[in-house]
């Protein structure tokens, strides 16, 4: 008897059991006509989660009894990628498949395009990003896009119903599918969740299982873990990310991030925060902050999963150990302010540019003093519109020097981390 997820023993063998993607899958559609004849181009299956399109490479690579090699774009690297390749040329034809290939950067992608269009592989790449954006032009042209629709509640029903009734575990229960509102907006439309969730809720309330929105929401709260990207979830780990670097907790911090890579979070999101961050809440009292912000969110632009995962993990407990300073983020927004209350003050005459005579003669830059001319390169002069003179801004703040602020994260955290 198979111990694989309910999601996994649920998975079509063939077009004809495919849910959903009639567009693609139904008679005389452009991609049955494909494998029907055996001759499927290299392709990118664009679609939300769950909705089948590692299913649908499946189909295709036993359809066309090829050796089928199937890679994560998260886990996997260009090495990974020339070993498939270099087996492949053994073989009379192969399929490799991708999952989140839009994860791929520039130089990984690139690997693919010899093999491709020599046809030594069939690529089928997943992604649930545009392609047009995600995935580089040169590689695009040698593929075709197929999109792939979200499945509709009446698909969803449809897949749990058929589950109860043909799966081999699930069959042998007395299951009352008596709502689905729950099950269906807790798995977000995608089907592989919405499987595993009916599994779980299931095996908690047992053989006689009355399944109700009420069961399941208790059921979800208290066993999902779930991330989503789009979701509500996304917006607390961010915040609890941001807040244990901003906290001086790198412990914390570098969980958080372990949590939204493991939930395949965007790298470039993750750097873009951090980025932010630096500025925000350290600003000039460690401009290094911002140049190693700057320098991961390039890297990781070219690098990709899984290596950024080091990078990622380096910038967040530098950030997250490093002194703070959220004054330039108070002056900006105080200045702003002052804006808007204020409107369009007029510049002080002795600052203004005076490029004409008649400018010269309506004392345009008249007062104006050079302050590389004075001692220190320092002079008083009022730089800000009469209205505002005297108002500040901008108040600096004394911050630790880092040695003293490794003291007082070693004497804040010792209790709880050991230090």
């Known amino acids: 008897m198979s111990t694989a997820p309910l999601a996994e023993r649920m998975r079509p063998k063939n077009l004809d059991d495919l849910t959903g993607q009639e567009h693609l899958t139904g008679k005389g559609s452009i991609l049955r006509t494909a494998v029907e004849n055996g001759k499927v181009p290299s392709m990118i299956l664009w679609g939300p989660p769950g909705v089948g399109k590692t299913t649908m490479a499946n189909i295709i690579a036993n359809s066309l009894q090829l050796p089928f090699y199937t890679i994560s774009a998260i886990s996997s690297g260009v ?9 492949a040329k053994q073989k009379d034809g192969a399929i490799l498949f991708i999952d989140e290939i839009h994860r791929f950067n520039k130089g990984q992608q690139d690997a693919l395009l010899g093999a491709v269009e020599k046809g030594t592989i069939t690529l089928i790449g997943a992604t649930t990003e ?28 449809s897949l749990l119903q058929e589950a109860i009734k043909k799966d081999e575990l699930l069959a042998k229960k007395k299951i009352e599918l008596k709502e689905t509102a729950a099950l269906i907006n807790i798995s977000g439309g995608d089907a592989r969740k919405l499987l595993n969730l009916l599994e779980l809720v299931v095996d908690v309330l ?14 979800a709260q208290q066993r999902v873990a779930l ?22 907790d ?10 939204m890579i493991e939930g395949g979070e965007d790298v470039k999101f993750i750097a873009r925060r951090m980025l932010i961050f630096a500025s925000e809440d350290i600003g000039n009292a460690n401009p290094n902050a911002l140049l190693l912000a700057t320098s991961t969110f390039q890297a990781v632009n070219m690098i990709g999963y899984p290596e950024s995962n080091l990078i990622l993990s380096q910038c967040a407990i530098y ?9 330039a983020t108070v002056a ?23 490029p004409t005579k008649l400018m010269k003669q309506m004392d345009y830059g008249k007062e104006y003093k050079y302050a590389h001319n004075y001692e220190n390169n320092f002079v008083l002069l009022q730089f800000l519109p009469e209205k505002l003179d005297g108002v500040r801004f901008y108040s600096p703040q004394k911050n630790a ?8 994260l070693k004497e804040r955290w010792k209790d709880k981390y050991g230090y």
């Open 206 to 219: 047992g053989n006689n299982a009355v399944i109700t929105d009420d069961a399941v929401m208790e059921i």
């Open 401 to 408: 020097r880092e040695e003293e602020m490794r003291r007082f």
């Open 332 to 354: 900006i927004s105080e200045a702003m302010n002052a804006v808007a209350k204020h409107g369009d003050l007029p510049v002080p005459l002795h600052l203004r540019n005076a």
């Open 130 to 157: 545009n392609p047009s954006f995600e995935v580089n032009s040169a590689l695009l042209s040698r593929c075709q896009v197929y999109v792939l629709k979200a499945l509709t509640e009446n698909n969803l029903v």
């Open 319 to 327: 950030l997250a150990s490093s002194v703070k300073s959220n004054a």
């Open 227 to 248: 991330y989503d990207k789009k979701g509500e979830q996304h917006y607390d780990i961010i915040s609890a990310f941001i807040k244990s670097m901003r906290g001086s």
């Open 250 to 259: 790198p412990n914390a911090a570098v969980y958080w991030l372990a949590r």
């Open 79 to 87: 090495k990974e990628i020339r070993e498939i390749i270099e087996d």
